[in-house]
């Protein structure tokens, strides 16, 4: 992806937006609205719910039953995964800032997660034989019991409006490879763009999370560089 620099400069050049703003669309970005979401032990727009309907039928067929780990997740669920994870880290020794850095390995900040937009879901094989942590990517890979889902993701996913969200290209940088991470792009890379326009810096320093203190400008810059923009170029719109 080389449209980096362009997005990082919208996100730092329009004019700033009120955070405590009433404006649906805006809180819905971030994780703060009440969007209308379907499904049965996940939650999905209706247009990306339909097409991920679809998506697990066709792959029912071949032998594969698409399970949702994670779907749509608030500013309060993921500000929970956050704390979660930053009191375990920093209780095992680690400074802030190297706590911090570990939690967006593979967790994002709260406010900044795509599973706000209700288009992105984390997804396993449920007929695999599997124990443990599932959301590993040596479980998609060799003899790992998500194999065959991986491999059908990559032959027909995009065919359904899915595309993965964080590959394994080697100069991709921000979060690590997440072969189970899929987004509906019909509605997510618009939501992007609308993102891109929020005064995302100013939303990080006001918000007041745990370790927040240590989000100086440099690192703010990095995380929206690396971890928001830097993803599969067919999201980016």
Same mark, same amino acid.
């Not at 049965?40 to 029912?60: C, P, T, V």
């Not at 967006?104 to 695999?128: C, F, L, Q, V």
């Given at each position: 992806?080389?449209?980096?620099?362009?997005?990082?400069?919208?996100?730092?050049?329009?004019?700033?937006?009120?955070?405590?703003?009433?404006?649906?669309?805006?809180?819905?970005?971030?994780?703060?609205?009440?969007?209308? %979401?379907?499904?049965?032990?996940?939650?999905?727009?209706?247009?990306?719910?339909?097409?991920?309907?679809?998506?697990?039928? $066709?792959?029912?067929?071949?032998?594969?039953?698409?399970? %949702?780990?994670?779907?749509?997740?608030?500013?309060?669920?993921?500000?929970?995964?956050?704390?979660?994870? /930053?009191?375990?880290?920093?209780?095992?020794?680690? $400074?802030?800032?190297?706590?911090?850095?570990?939690? +967006?390995?593979?967790?994002?900040?709260?406010?900044?997660?795509?599973?706000?937009?209700?288009?992105?879901?984390?997804? +396993?094989?449920?007929?695999?034989?599997?124990?443990?942590? %599932?959301?590993?990517?040596?479980?998609?890979?060799?003899?790992?019991?998500?194999?065959?889902?991986?491999?059908?993701?990559?032959?027909?996913?995009?065919?359904?409006?899915?595309?993965?969200?964080?590959? @394994?290209?080697?100069?991709?940088?921000?979060?690590?490879? &997440?072969?189970?991470?899929?987004?509906?792009?019909?509605?997510?890379?618009?939501?992007?763009? $609308? /993102?891109?326009?929020? @005064? %995302?810096?100013?939303?990080?320093? $006001?918000?007041?999370?745990?370790?927040? &203190?240590?989000?100086?400008?440099?690192?703010?810059?990095?995380?929206?560089?690396?971890? +928001?923009? @830097?993803?599969?170029?067919?999201?980016?719109?």
């Amino acid at each position: 992806m080389k449209l980096l620099c362009l997005g990082t400069i919208a996100l730092h050049s329009l004019p700033s937006m009120a955070f405590n703003t009433q404006d649906s669309k805006t809180l819905e970005l971030l994780g703060k609205g009440n969007p209308t %979401v379907f499904g049965k032990g996940f939650s999905l727009r209706k247009e990306a719910y339909d097409a991920f309907i679809q998506m697990r039928a $066709a792959a029912e067929k071949d032998g594969i039953s698409i399970h %949702v780990v994670s779907s749509y997740r608030n500013y309060a669920h993921q500000n929970r995964i956050w704390e979660r994870k /930053y009191k375990r880290f920093t209780k095992q020794g680690l $400074a802030p800032l190297n706590a911090i850095k570990k939690i +967006i390995e593979y967790s994002t900040i709260p406010g900044t997660s795509r599973h706000h937009w209700a288009t992105d879901i984390d997804i +396993i094989d449920k007929n695999a034989s599997y124990s443990g942590d %599932v959301l590993i990517p040596k479980k998609f890979h060799g003899d790992g019991p998500f194999c065959k889902l991986r491999e059908w993701l990559e032959n027909n996913a995009n065919s359904f409006g899915f595309y993965i969200v964080y590959t @394994d290209r080697s100069d991709r940088k921000g979060f690590k490879y &997440e072969p189970w991470h899929y987004s509906y792009a019909p509605i997510s890379k618009p939501m992007l763009q $609308a /993102y891109k326009k929020l @005064d %995302v810096k100013k939303m990080l320093q $006001a918000e007041k999370l745990l370790g927040s &203190e240590h989000f100086d400008e440099d690192f703010i810059n990095s995380y929206i560089k690396e971890n +928001i923009l @830097d993803i599969n170029p067919q999201l980016l719109g």
